[in-house]
């Protein structure tokens, strides 16, 4: 772990950390960033060489709030790893932190200080469910609020992807939407060619009055969460997500 991180790197893991240090809860969320990493704790604490229970206790909470120190060496091991893998998941995360994408396609981005399930977001978002409803119980990560048209016609593909599939389970919210149809197809076609199956792992679009058949179809197909949101406008849609983690709402995520 002595080779040079690059800038873009170094301000991924200042970010991290940064979070990590000044949540009232810091466990949780080096335990988020653990999963979205997708490393388990027993090759974390194998590569940082100290126990399992190690980890365990910090990300529960039995531990008192790591040092800067300890923080700055669990995010540094999180990139390291994830780069001998492959890196996917540092290219994706640092790649949204670069300006490649212009500032008019993205309406708001969010990272979750924890995993919540699909279906709270889709609920607060006054969606009507469109697809592999059963799916909406797993976890996502964050969102991104993307504005379709001018996305299709500005991004190439490769940059598409990154706006959705940066990271494991994340949510996407295409808006100005007609019919569905060019999202969904957008979304397939944007993963030819690539080694991984990169998807979101829950899909709202906002603006058709009716949805093409063929994007519903599409999502069944490719096991994507449909969901439709009837919220009146974009800016109602963009204020509404603002406050998706209000106290009301994280109480409903915490309630057993």
Known sequence: MNSPLDENKKSLCQGIAGEIALSDDPGRVMRKWREKFQIPQKDLAEFLEI???????????????????TIRKFVEALVYIDGL?????????????????????????REFPYAIKSEILCKHLECE????????????????????????????????????????????????????RASMVAIKTSQMGTTRSLKPSLLIIHGPKKVDPLAVKIAEVERIPLALSTIKDTDSLVRALRNFMSNEIQRAITAP
Not at 51 to 69: A, K, L, Q, T, W
Not at 88 to 105: A, H, K, Y
Not at 161 to 168: I, M
């Open 51 to 69: 126990s399992p229970s190690v980890i365990s206790d910090y990300e529960s909470g039995r531990r008192v709030s790591p040092r800067i120190d």
């Open 85 to 109: 893998k492959g890196g996917q998941i540092v290219n994706g995360l640092t790649r949204i932190l670069s300006r490649e994408i212009p500032s008019d396609i993205i309406l708001d981005i």
């Open 129 to 180: 469910i469109l697809a592999n409803e059963e799916m909406l119980s797993q976890p996502i990560y964050g969102y991104t609020a993307i504005d379709v048209i001018n996305a299709i016609v500005q991004l190439s593909s490769d940059q598409l992807l990154t706006l959705y599939g940066a990271t494991p389970q994340r949510a996407a919210i295409f808006t100005n939407v007609i019919s569905g």
